[in-house]
């Protein structure tokens, strides 16, 4: 393998921030078991496809990393929890995810500008910009799983949630 072009303290923080959006991808389809199990079937897709694009980020960094020659290295998953009382609580869960994830690439933005690694710091742009959407889509989402007062809210919101929050407007 040709000699990395990344500077280690950043190889550190893509390393360590790949494995993250890895379990990020695996704490997704917990909760969306958690909603499957309870005939949540549309925030169960929802949670579905979150956990598919937390393993495409993987993917991306992954990519990156090799492109550099570097060999990315992966980590155990922690076990997600199983144990949420409520939707709402699906859905806090989901942002304080998120949130942390939020932390964790500017962690490797802050170390890519401190490296002056430019193919980084472009890199993380993107990512920038995602968590900005992800945080929005958390929070429309506690605002409307609070907002569905009894059952019957919860159960039209579920047949809906799936396709607004996954951008298609219905
Ligand atoms: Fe990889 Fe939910 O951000």
């Known amino acids: 393998m040709a000699k990395s072009s990344v500077a280690p303290k950043v190889l550190t923080e893509l390393n360590r921030q790949l494995n993250h ?13 958690w909603c499957a199990a309870r005939n949540f079937t549309g925030f169960a897709a929802f949670f579905a496809k979150q956990a598919g694009e937390e393993r495409d980020h993987a993917g991306k960094m992954i990519a990156h990393v090799l492109d550099r020659g570097a060999a990315p290295e992966l980590a155990a998953l922690p076990a997600p929890p199983s144990d949420q009382a409520s939707l709402l609580d699906v859905a806090l869960q989901a942002q304080s995810m998120e949130l942390a994830n939020t932390r964790g690439i500017h ?38 799983v609070k907002g569905a007062s009894c059952a019957g809210s919860l159960s ?7 396709r607004h929050l996954a951008g298609d407007g219905k």
């Open 156 to 162: 039209d919101l579920d047949r809906h949630i799936g």
């Open 21 to 33: 959006e890895l379990g990020a991808a695996h704490a997704y389809q917990a909760l969306s078991i």
């Open 107 to 144: 962690a490797v933005y802050e170390a890519a500008l401190a490296e002056k690694d430019y193919p980084a710091q472009v890199l993380m742009h993107w990512f920038i910009s995602e968590q900005v959407e992800e945080e929005a889509w958390c929070d429309e989402m506690i605002d409307r």
